[in-house]
């Protein structure tokens, strides 16, 4: 479904490309290198092999076989690599580095960049694994799950425009990072602590919505405030850089322990629930991939309601990622500094204490 999307987005993306070079005569080797390709690598490889780590050990490798410990040890040689070529800034220089590391001394930005990966982490955990619950509790299509995620979905977007809007009104920014965390925590908890295939619709619908206030709080806002606290064009530029890096790291490396948790502590639960009916690990596997497993289609109801009760169980405790992340959130809104932000409305102050 999305795939139509991308290929129109490229098309208008090389039909709005310049046919000229507008920038200063330098070679296109020197432009490339100044970008530095070597930390770009690392930066691809790692969450990469992160996830291949973890997504593998467990469904395709056992935990102590050497393909699992190989990939670890792979990930582990190629993450101290990343650290050491940016840090002693090896191929690149401290101000083309791929990532600013000047700004992890500057304790201002540092939770708001913390919050925005929480935020990230949040947000695709709950996107991926509520239709999830919708598809294994009560066998809904595809369009069906789509529209009982309209709630947190619709609840998000409007609550990020809102907080757009009153943001520079009442400027001081730690506020929204509370009621983030507090909102997240609360709808999060409850839905860990609620969701099996009893649970009523319109109550996992409300803890969604919940879920959406306070992730539009803290999702999408961290650059606007920083935008603020930066004062030159360089800083802006480098903090938006650790916000998108902090945001999609956020999301990568939550999706990656969530699919572990999904495979690995599922597979135990349909083991104990259902393992002793006759069925192999590879048709408990496909269980937790897909609805048109063999599991899913017998005519015992007593399996199908115990099979069901377990992979509910296990979205469920995915939901505790969710609650760790607004807990994390509501923390970086407490430490952040108590100061009223000037977006321009008063020109003697840039800052107002």
């Given at each position: 479904?999305?795939?139509?999307?991308?290929?129109?987005?490229?098309?208008?993306?090389?039909?709005?490309?310049?046919?000229?070079?507008?920038?200063?005569?330098?070679?296109?080797?020197?432009?490339?290198?100044?970008?530095?390709?070597?930390?770009?690598?690392?930066?691809?490889?790692?969450?990469?092999?992160?996830?291949?780590?973890?997504?593998?050990?467990?469904?395709?490798?056992?935990?102590g076989s050497g393909a699992s410990i190989a990939t670890w040890v792979v990930f582990?040689?190629?993450?101290?690599?990343?650290?050491?070529?940016?840090?002693?800034?090896?191929?690149?220089?401290?101000?083309?580095?791929?990532?600013?590391?000047?700004?992890?001394?500057?304790?201002?930005?540092?939770?708001?960049?913390?919050?925005?990966?929480?935020?990230?982490?949040?947000?695709?955990?709950?996107?991926?694994?509520?239709?999830?619950?919708?598809?294994?509790?009560?066998?809904?299509?595809?369009?069906?799950?789509?529209?009982?995620?309209?709630?947190?979905?619709?609840?998000?977007?409007?609550?990020?425009?809102l907080v757009g809007v009153s943001l520079p009104v009442f400027g001081r920014y730690?506020?929204?990072?509370?009621?983030?965390?507090?909102?997240?925590?609360?709808?999060?908890?409850?839905?860990?602590?609620?969701?099996?295939?009893?649970?009523?619709?319109?109550?996992?619908?409300?803890?969604?919505?919940?879920?959406?206030?306070?992730?539009?709080?803290?999702?999408?806002?961290?650059?606007?405030?920083?935008?603020?606290?930066?004062?030159?064009?360089?800083?802006?530029?480098?903090?938006?850089?650790?916000?998108?890096?902090?945001?999609?790291?956020?999301?990568?490396?939550?999706?990656?322990?969530?699919?572990?948790?999904?495979?690995?502590?599922?597979?135990?639960?349909?083991?104990?629930?259902?393992?002793?009916?006759?069925y192999s690990e590879k048709e408990l596997r496909e269980a937790l991939a897909g609805?048109?497993?063999?599991?899913?289609?017998?005519?015992?109801?007593?399996?199908?309601?115990?099979?069901?009760?377990?992979?509910?169980?296990?979205?469920?405790?995915?939901?505790?990622?969710?609650?760790?992340?607004?807990?994390?959130?509501?923390?970086?809104?407490?430490?952040?500094?108590?100061?009223?932000?000037?977006?321009?409305?008063?020109?003697?102050?840039?800052?107002?204490?």
């Amino acid at each position: 479904m999305n795939l139509p999307w991308v290929g129109l987005s490229l098309a208008g993306a090389i039909i709005c490309l310049p046919r000229k070079y507008l920038g200063p005569e330098i070679p296109l080797v020197s432009r490339l290198m100044a970008i530095d390709p070597i930390g770009i690598a690392f930066n691809m490889a790692a969450p990469v092999l992160f996830a291949l780590a973890l997504e593998f050990s467990g469904p395709v490798w056992d935990w102590g076989s050497g393909a699992s410990i190989a990939t670890w040890v792979v990930f582990g040689v190629v993450l101290v690599g990343w650290i050491i070529q940016q840090y002693w800034c090896i191929g690149t220089t401290s101000e083309q580095r791929a990532i600013p590391l000047h700004l992890l001394g500057r304790v201002d930005l540092l939770p708001l960049w913390i919050a925005s990966g929480c935020a990230g982490a949040s947000y695709a955990i709950t996107l991926y694994y509520t239709p999830l619950f919708f598809a294994f509790a009560r066998g809904h299509s595809a369009m069906e799950q789509t529209v009982r995620l309209l709630p947190f979905v619709l609840v998000f977007i409007a609550v990020v425009i809102l907080v757009g809007v009153s943001l520079p009104v009442f400027g001081r920014y730690n506020l929204i990072y509370i009621v983030a965390g507090i909102a997240t925590i609360t709808g999060a908890g409850a839905m860990a602590g609620t969701l099996s295939p009893l649970v009523s619709e319109s109550q996992v619908l409300g803890l969604e919505a919940l879920i959406g206030v306070g992730l539009g709080c803290s999702f999408q806002h961290g650059v606007g405030v920083s935008n603020v606290i930066n004062k030159t064009p360089r800083d802006r530029v480098d903090s938006a850089v650790m916000f998108n890096m902090a945001q999609m790291g956020g999301i990568a490396i939550a999706l990656a322990i969530a699919g572990s948790i999904f495979q690995n502590v599922g597979y135990n639960l349909l083991t104990d629930a259902i393992g002793d009916n006759g069925y192999s690990e590879k048709e408990l596997r496909e269980a937790l991939a897909g609805v048109s497993s063999a599991v899913w289609q017998t005519g015992n109801p007593e399996v199908l309601s115990r099979g069901v009760e377990a992979v509910a169980t296990v979205i469920g405790r995915e939901f505790y990622l969710v609650v760790a992340g607004g807990a994390i959130c509501l923390v970086c809104g407490l430490v952040m500094r108590w100061e009223r932000l000037n977006y321009g409305r008063n020109k003697s102050k840039d800052v107002e204490a």
